[in-house]
């Protein structure tokens, strides 16, 4: 079976300086919030283009706690609208409803599969507040005229990053285009941890210390606590794991854009619909390569047969999902299309030259 994901293959490319790192931080005696900590998020904020990096639990608490800190600086309220791309995960949704606001579903483009940005300003209200962009797959919504839109309205832009690290528009790097960003180190995520991780960027001085102490308790000194805050903080070790791999995250991009280059030149069967650059994108970073099939749960059914592990992101809209059922009566009718069509195949950098030949020649065949 080729498995979608081989997270062993792909982590043991690292396991020597891994285990080096490991030791660094057991030897330190300092486990939470010390140098390995302070050390990232300095290089990341380097990589992505912000001034300031600050390393959280998750991709999830990052964007909760992005918009927890605009309620306490009072630049949003309770019940403020968020647009936020209807074709997304959960997680996005999330972060606005358990902040009390409130989300604004915009259907995505069909061919990049993010947010239209030509449906944004229908949307627009008195009581919108922000844009929540969602860069889904790998690569980049379209920033460029999000930004136009919201400076136009004066709302904030936050970015959610989870799934395009080190992906580039306008010359920029995802993270970098908005008011503050979220990433998730999820270990699928192209740069990944060994456990759950995130981070919040933004070159907004008070958006960061705010920040800084909602992840810990509210606290900026020990014992005073400022906010009603999270214990969200990313700890030494998944720190120290991401120095080590974010020194090879371009490496590990430019490998996975050689195999999509690969499915998108020789994938040749009229069933399937292949993904797309925007044109406004200077590059994919693939952490997904998802197909569109009519016929899409025969299609897994048949490459499951011929040992080709599949998933599907997502088959289930959030607007959809029981735990949002305020919103099921809504018509979505391009997000439906997509969640009822979408398939991804394996593309990490660990695949074989001929596992990629074998999975081109199979879906080809089918």
Same mark, same amino acid.
């Given at each position: 079976?080729?498995?979608?994901?081989?997270?062993?293959?792909?982590?043991?490319?690292?396991?020597?300086?891994?285990?080096?790192?490991?030791?660094?931080?057991?030897?330190?005696?300092?486990?939470?919030?010390?140098?390995?900590?302070?050390?990232?998020?300095?290089?990341?904020?380097?990589?992505?283009?912000?001034?300031?990096?600050?390393?959280?639990?998750?991709?999830?608490?990052?964007?909760?706690?992005?918009?927890?800190?605009?309620?306490?600086?009072?630049?949003?309220?309770?019940?403020?609208?968020?647009?936020?791309?209807?074709?997304?995960?959960?997680?996005?949704?999330?972060?606005?409803?358990?902040?009390?606001?409130?989300?604004?579903?915009?259907?995505?483009?069909?061919?990049?599969?993010?947010?239209?940005?030509?449906?944004?300003?229908?949307?627009?209200?008195?009581?919108?507040? &922000?844009? @929540?962009? /969602?860069? !889904?797959?790998?690569?980049?919504?379209?920033?460029? #005229?999000?930004?136009? $839109? +919201? %400076?136009? *309205?004066?709302?904030?832009?936050?970015?959610?990053?989870?799934?395009?690290?080190?992906?580039?528009?306008?010359?920029?790097?995802?993270?970098?285009?908005?008011?503050?960003?979220?990433?998730?180190?999820?270990?699928?995520?192209?740069?990944?941890?060994?456990?759950?991780?995130?981070?919040?960027?933004?070159?907004?001085?008070?958006?960061?210390?705010?920040?800084?102490?909602?992840?810990?308790?509210?606290?900026?000194?020990?014992?005073?606590?400022?906010?009603?805050?999270?214990?969200?903080?990313?700890?030494?070790?998944?720190? &120290?794991? @991401?120095? /080590?791999? !974010?020194?090879?995250?371009?490496?590990?991009?430019? #490998?996975?854009?050689? $195999? +999509? %280059?690969? *499915?998108?030149?020789?994938?040749?069967?009229?069933?399937?619909?292949?993904?797309?650059?925007?044109?406004?994108?200077?590059?994919?970073?693939?952490?997904?390569?998802?197909?569109?099939?009519?016929?899409?749960?025969?299609?897994?059914?048949?490459?499951?047969?011929?040992?080709?592990?599949?998933?599907?992101?997502?088959?289930?809209?959030?607007?959809?999902?029981?735990?949002?059922?305020?919103?099921?009566?809504?018509?979505?009718?391009?997000?439906?299309?997509?969640?009822?069509?979408?398939?991804?195949?394996?593309?990490?950098?660990?695949?074989?030259?001929?596992?990629?030949?074998?999975?081109?020649?199979?879906?080809?065949?089918?």
């Amino acid at each position: 079976m080729i498995s979608f994901l081989d997270l062993k293959s792909i982590n043991r490319l690292y396991e020597s300086s891994l285990k080096k790192s490991f030791q660094e931080v057991l030897d330190s005696g300092w486990y939470i919030m010390g140098e390995k900590l302070q050390e990232f998020e300095k290089e990341f904020a380097s990589f992505v283009g912000t001034k300031y990096c600050i390393g959280v639990g998750s991709g999830l608490d990052a964007l909760k706690i992005i918009f927890k800190a605009y309620k306490e600086l009072s630049l949003l309220k309770d019940f403020d609208q968020v647009l936020v791309p209807a074709n997304t995960y959960i997680a996005s949704i999330i972060s606005i409803v358990e902040n009390n606001l409130t989300p604004i579903f915009i259907e995505p483009e069909f061919d990049s599969y993010n947010i239209d940005p030509n449906k944004i300003e229908d949307k627009i209200t008195n009581k919108t507040k &922000a844009i @929540l962009a /969602v860069h !889904l797959y790998g690569q980049c919504a379209n920033m460029k #005229k999000i930004n136009t $839109i +919201a %400076k136009k *309205y004066n709302l904030l832009v936050i970015e959610d990053v989870a799934q395009a690290h080190g992906a580039l528009h306008d010359n920029k790097l995802a993270g970098s285009l908005s008011n503050a960003s979220a990433f998730s180190f999820y270990p699928g995520k192209n740069l990944g941890a060994l456990g759950d991780g995130g981070a919040v960027c933004s070159s907004d001085e008070s958006l960061k210390e705010t920040i800084l102490a909602l992840r810990n308790y509210g606290s900026k000194k020990k014992y005073e606590n400022i906010y009603i805050g999270y214990n969200s903080r990313l700890d030494e070790l998944q720190a &120290a794991f @991401l120095l /080590v791999k !974010l020194k090879k995250l371009k490496e590990i991009n430019q #490998k996975r854009d050689d $195999i +999509a %280059k690969r *499915y998108l030149n020789s994938i040749k069967n009229p069933k399937i619909t292949l993904p797309k650059i925007a044109s406004f994108n200077d590059n994919h970073v693939w952490h997904l390569f998802v197909i569109r099939s009519k016929d899409r749960d025969n299609l897994q059914k048949y490459l499951s047969k011929n040992k080709i592990q599949t998933q599907i992101h997502y088959p289930i809209a959030p607007h959809k999902q029981k735990a949002l059922k305020k919103y099921n009566s809504l018509d979505l009718p391009l997000t439906k299309k997509l969640h009822d069509e979408v398939l991804s195949l394996p593309l990490h950098e660990c695949l074989k030259d001929s596992e990629v030949e074998y999975i081109i020649k199979t879906v080809n065949g089918f």
